[in-house]
């Protein structure tokens, strides 16, 4: 929250007739099954005209079914790779130990499978009582192991069926002598066979050392024409805490205690405040009220927020009283310069459409636009940046990528298969762009892609400051 030296906030009283503020031009894409959303107290907030009642639902149930088909498309999906899988390594096991290590680990996946998918759609809640490490390897080998194995067959099945389609010379073998010495191909047999479940139980003890640990990543932004009132102003940018399954404990208050220790001007949440649960949203929320900042703290919201219930995590961040902005804008006076903060509503167009439903968004959003206002966007999805550098945005910043979350090295990896900007500080012209690595997991294991807080300073062009003297 809004630590000392708090100066006010403007605010811009929505029109009677419209309902909507001063600042908005075009209505706000939200969604919402109860109807109107009710005013938000917070002051300095722009609020746009809220949707018809029809167009809500209509676009809350082809998001629920776009999500519904997905998610049981992966279940399905995994499910029948495990099955599969465990039939083809219990039967090139060669040793019975290698056997009995096969089983036990495919039928330990199974269950866990099976016990966190009904524990999450029953709503009854006892997936939450599953171990960490259970966890945590059950998402490596689903999201690492089996696309490995997959991958490593797909590849190897020409191979094999070449190899059986070319004439072989008729060899007099000899008789095998009898032995209990396992043979050269028992044992590579029985290696093959054990090296995925040591590979992920590895993985996964790696995984839980690296969920405690998070570093402080710090950028210095040259502002061309900055202010002289905002040269210097400190921002810490704390995305993806995802508080629950991975995220959780002594960690999340180390958070709190490192974001406050940078006694930053400013706060700044971009989405994803939870993994998935709303049974931690009051975690959640207590963090964020912890945290300080001179001139205040504001959020949005991501995607993870919206995975159990979008709308009742809206309702219930928007009436604990945080700044919470959904398509909305917020001005915070800074030593008496107004700075403008444009807060994103997460997207939820798929596929091709993606990228054009976020610029479409963003440039709705920009309506709210302060002319005489230092503007900062806030968006999750990095993707954002094309519209704000097209309309000249100085900065944005965003997160959700995770980094890339399995990186090779910084160019490759998931970052830039998925995203065209996913770790860091990018420029297009003079608008530039700040990417968190993120600071929680809703993955457990981190390559080249480590848990980061963001600490920016803004600072005048020297171009411009030399000028000046």
Excluded at 132 to 145: E, M, P
Excluded at 187 to 192: C, I, K, P, S, V
Excluded at 245 to 274: H, K, P, Y
């Amino acid at each position: 929250m809004p630590g000392r030296g708090l100066e006010p906030l403007r605010i811009s009283p929505p029109d009677p007739k419209s309902g909507a503020s001063a600042n908005s031009a075009t209505p706000a894409r939200r969604f919402s099954t109860l109807g109107f959303r009710k005013p938000f107290a917070n002051r300095g907030v722009n609020r746009q005209p809220l949707p018809r009642q029809w167009l809500i639902e209509q676009d809350g149930n082809a998001a629920l079914h776009f999500l519904v088909g997905f998610f049981i498309t992966i279940i399905v999906g995994m499910l029948a790779l495990d099955l599969i899988w465990w039939v083809v390594l219990a039967r090139y096991a060669a040793h019975p130990v290698a056997r009995v290590i096969v089983h036990l680990f495919m039928a330990a996946q199974v269950i866990v499978f099976i016990w966190l998918i009904t524990g999450r759609i029953s709503g009854g809640g006892f997936d939450r009582l599953l171990p960490r490490f259970a966890v945590t390897n059950l998402f490596i080998w689903h999201f690492i192991g089996l696309g490995m194995l997959s991958a490593i067959a797909i590849v190897s099945l020409p191979i094999l069926l070449l190899s059986k389609m070319v004439p072989h010379r008729n060899l007099q073998r000899q008789p095998p002598i009898a032995s209990n010495a396992l043979t050269r191909r028992d044992f590579l047999r029985f290696a093959a066979a054990i090296s995925l479940p040591l590979f992920t139980l590895s993985a996964s003890a790696i995984a839980l050392r690296q969920l405690n640990d998070f570093r402080i990543r710090r950028f210095r932004i040259d502002i061309p024409g900055l202010a002289p009132e905002l040269d210097g102003l400190t921002i810490v940018q704390v995305s993806d805490m995802h508080v629950g399954r991975f995220t959780s404990g002594r960690v999340l208050d180390r958070m709190v205690e490192a974001t406050n220790g940078l006694q930053a001007d400013l706060v700044l949440l971009t989405g994803d405040l939870i993994n998935d649960a709303l049974a931690d949203l009051d975690h959640g929320i207590d963090l964020v009220r912890a945290m300080q900042a001179r001139f205040g703290l504001f959020l949005i919201e991501g995607n993870h927020d919206l995975i159990e219930n979008g709308v009742e995590f809206e309702r219930r961040v928007k009436a604990c009283g945080i700044p919470f902005l959904l398509d909305e804008s917020a001005i915070v006076s800074v030593r008496g310069f107004p700075l403008q903060l444009l807060g994103l509503s997460w997207t939820r167009a798929h596929g091709e459409g993606r990228d054009k439903a976020i610029g479409a968004a963003v440039n709705s959003l920009l309506a709210q636009r302060q002319p005489d206002a230092f503007p900062i966007l806030l968006a999750h999805h990095p993707h954002a940046f094309d519209a704000a550098a097209a309309a000249k945005i100085p900065l944005t910043l965003s997160g959700h990528t995770h980094g890339g979350q399995l990186m090779l090295s910084e160019q490759l990896g998931f970052g830039p298969a998925m995203f065209r900007y996913w770790s860091g500080l990018y420029r297009s012209g003079a608008s530039q762009l700040v990417v968190s690595n993120g600071v929680g997991n809703w993955f457990p294991l981190r390559v080249n892609a480590p848990a980061e807080i963001i600490h920016i300073t803004l600072r005048q062009a020297e171009t411009i400051r030399q000028g000046a003297t």
